[in-house]
């Protein structure tokens, strides 16, 4: 399995912005698909961005027009830019990448959106 190390994660007020990125180990591979997920206290893990090998990408309606998904293939690496964050975006993040015999998951990055 590939690994992945996330970062980017921290505390912002509401109305704010963060930058998180994802960064895969290893060379020689595009990932197909990277996908951001998020898990608040007491709730289900829940999708919140993807992006293909060919960069199409799609969002959850709840964060369309505020978050961006991104990649750099030559990185092996995704990002989540986050705007206009509110309170209510405050969770755990995980990026998750997916290949030919490949499903992995970052180890989470904590995001707390202060009222």
């Known amino acids: 399995q590939v690994q992945l190390v996330e970062s980017g994660g921290g505390l912002v007020q509401a109305g704010g912005s963060l930058r998180l990125s994802c960064a895969a180990s290893?060379?020689?591979?595009?990932?197909?698909?990277w996908g951001w997920y998020r898990q608040a206290p007491g709730k289900q893990r829940e999708l919140v961005a993807t992006?293909?090998?060919?960069?199409?990408?799609n969002y959850a309606d709840s964060v369309k027009g505020r978050f961006t998904i991104s990649r750099d293939n030559a990185k092996n690496t995704v990002y989540l830019q986050m705007n206009s964050l509110k309170p209510e975006d405050t969770a755990v993040y995980y990026c998750?990448?997916?290949?030919?015999?490949?499903?992995?998951w970052g180890q989470g990055t904590q995001v707390t959106v202060s009222a």
């Open positions: 998750n990448a997916r290949h030919v015999g490949i499903n992995s």
């Open positions: 290893g060379s020689g591979f595009t990932i197909i698909l």
């Open positions: 992006i293909t090998s060919s960069t199409s990408t």
